[in-house]
């Protein structure tokens, strides 16, 4: 039998793909076999990464823009996998939460997901590829202060089980939930709200994760690699948690 989990030869773009989850999972895809396309709007660390990734490429792209998004695709002739992983956060109830971040929030999570995919579907209609959408434990349970991300991320998760039903049998489609997860996101939480008390919030954060730690990013790519490899080829249309237990608690 063949080694599993392999993607040889296959076209894999992954949106905000120069950090964090989107840098683990297209090195873990790289090391599958995979040619990675590192979408990024950071275009030096797109392109430092790909340096280390052979017969990768960096793509600079805003996906809040179709004319990025389209110039793009321009560029690309084949695909087999999408990974949507672009995405930002904020911190805030309700009543903290300004139409204009609201409205961002949406430009970015809801907005960036829908041009990149609806470039990408006829392309992986194709070669009957699979997608892979990011979104949070946000987007299944409330989580305190939160209410634009859980309202984007649950968002996501809908059009995820959506995009299932209306292409079956020609492309596959799934959701990764991850908890927490340490990476720059994170870090960039922890300078902007809790500056002066980092450490106490880190070891909050990694005690809010039941099984008492933050995840880690290549825990995330795994799964992805999982999903988009021949051994998933029944699952489709799945929503996956992957968060140390807190949607079981």
């Not at 052979?54 to 805003?62: F, H, L, V, Y």
């Not at 209306?166 to 720059?184: K, L, Q, W």
């Not at 489709?236 to 140390?244: A, E, H, K, R, T």
Request: aromatic content about 6%; some cysteine.
């Amino acid at each position: 039998m063949s080694a599993p989990f392999r993607l040889d030869h296959r076209v894999a773009l992954v949106t905000g793909g120069a950090s964090g989850i989107g840098e683990a999972t297209c090195r873990v895809f790289a090391a599958a076999g995979a040619v990675v396309l590192i979408c990024d709007l950071n275009p030096e660390a797109a392109g430092k990464l790909s340096a280390e990734l052979p017969g990768s490429r960096a793509i600079e792209c805003d996906i809040t823009s179709q004319d990025s998004v389209s110039r793009m695709f321009a560029s690309i002739d084949k695909l087999d996998i999408l990974v949507n992983n672009a995405g930002i956060g904020l911190v805030g109830g309700v009543e903290e939460t300004s139409l204009e971040d609201f409205q961002r929030l949406f430009r970015v999570n809801v907005e960036g997901m829908f041009l990149v995919t609806k470039s990408a579907v006829p392309l992986l209609i194709a070669s009957r590829g699979s997608m892979v959408n990011i979104s949070s434990v946000a987007g299944l349970i409330g989580v305190k202060r939160r209410f634009a991300y859980c309202a984007t991320k649950g968002a996501v998760v809908a059009m995820t089980r959506q995009l299932a039903v209306d292409y079956p049998t020609h492309f596959r489609v799934n959701c990764i939930a991850p908890g927490t997860v340490e990476t720059p996101f994170v870090e960039g939480y922890l300078d902007k709200y809790h500056r002066h008390e980092k450490e106490e919030m880190r070891a909050q954060l990694h005690a809010r994760q039941p099984i008492g730690r933050m995840g880690r990013p290549e825990e995330i790519a795994h799964l992805a690699l999982y999903l988009c490899s021949e051994q998933a080829a029944f699952v489709n249309g799945s929503i996956f948690p992957i968060d140390g237990g807190w949607t079981a608690a």
